[in-house]
């Protein structure tokens, strides 16, 4: 397979400045907790919490749907946030909503924990895929992508290329 790069590491650093604005400005006045869902959502989390202009906790999950470049169906939750989330105004971030199963059970999974509020930001949205399951973008979303597997910032093909600093398409 060969790769075609789809957002450079300046295009991603812009958007994320752009995403850090809003954010900051939306949690103005509620405290609020970063929960990176690992391990997709590394790279963006580490980049966008530095663009939040608050004071913030920081926590992680760690979840995954797919094996390869197929989603196998089923969140599976591999390790529990840390901290106490009940009362809290959390901020899910991840790296990309592909069917958009992830992202709505880990809401929901958040819910359950009594979060007060639960709000998410990914950077890449496969529209088209989620919205034919019928599920909810996220509250903040970087980038709109085509329906085909994509690598780099985080986001890898079985573990391969998570460190690369641009966005690429995988081709044939
Ligand atoms: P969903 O549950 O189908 O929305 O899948 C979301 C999760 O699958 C993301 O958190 C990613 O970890 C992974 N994923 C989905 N699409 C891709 C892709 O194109 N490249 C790499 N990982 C992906
Ligand atoms: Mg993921």
């Not at 924990?113 to 088209?128: G, I, N, P, T, Y």
Request: aromatic share 8%.
């Amino acid at each position: 397979m060969a790769e075609k790069t789809l957002f450079s590491s300046d295009e991603i650093a812009g958007r994320v400045a752009e995403l850090g604005a809003e954010i900051s400005s939306y949690f103005r006045n509620r405290p609020l907790t970063a929960v990176t869902v690992m391990t997709g959502g590394i790279c963006f989390a580490a980049d966008l919490i530095r663009q939040i202009n608050l004071p913030l906790w920081v926590d992680y999950i760690s979840a995954s749907s797919y094996r390869g470049t197929q989603s196998c169906g089923e969140v599976c939750i591999k390790a529990k946030p840390e901290l106490d989330c009940t009362g809290r105004h959390i901020l899910l971030i991840d790296d990309i909503i592909d069917s958009g199963f992830t992202l709505n059970c880990l809401v929901e999974y958040f819910k359950k924990l009594d979060a007060a509020e639960v709000k998410s930001c990914v950077l890449l949205d496969k529209a088209s895929a989620r919205q034919k399951n019928g599920l909810c973008a996220a509250d903040w979303t970087g980038f709109k992508v085509p329906d085909a597997f994509v690598v780099g910032y985080g986001l890898d093909c079985d573990e391969e290329f998570r460190n690369s600093a641009d966005i690429r398409l995988m081709t044939d």
